[in-house]
């Protein structure tokens, strides 16, 4: 079992970017495959971007293409995601997760989650 742990959300204008970091601890982290996902009030948990255990490959959301870039520094246990250009539609918990095997963009497939980080973007 791992645990995680989101950091970096905070209230920015539009325009701005931002940085999340996601520490893991527990065994084998960087066997993981693992997901960024957000939450905004009343609607339901979205995948956002995603990479593979190696760093190889990654993936984004359409909506998130070319505004958003995933990391991974398994030395330190580290799952990134930089944002850019943020919109007030980008206000939401940021949540970390992990799953064997490959990515996916489902959110049933992640076996772990952190507790999520707030990202506020005020316009």
């Known amino acids: 079992q791992i645990q995680l742990v989101e950091s970096g959300g905070r209230l920015v204008q539009t325009g701005d970017s931002l940085n999340l970091s996601c520490v893991g601890t527990g065994p084998d982290f960087n066997r993981y495959s693992m997901g960024w996902f957000r939450q905004a009030p009343g609607k339901e948990r979205v995948f956002v971007a995603a990479?593979?255990?190696?760093?190889?490959?990654?993936y984004a959301a359409d909506s998130m293409k070319g505004r958003v870039t995933i990391s991974r520094d398994n030395a330190a246990n580290t799952v990134y995601l930089q944002m850019t250009s943020l919109k007030p539609e980008d206000t939401a918990v940021y949540y970390c997760a992990a799953k064997s095997g490959g990515v996916s963009w489902n959110t049933y497939t992640y076996d772990y989650w952190g507790q999520g980080t707030q990202v506020t973007v005020s316009s």
């Open positions: 990479i593979t255990w190696s760093g190889s490959r990654t």
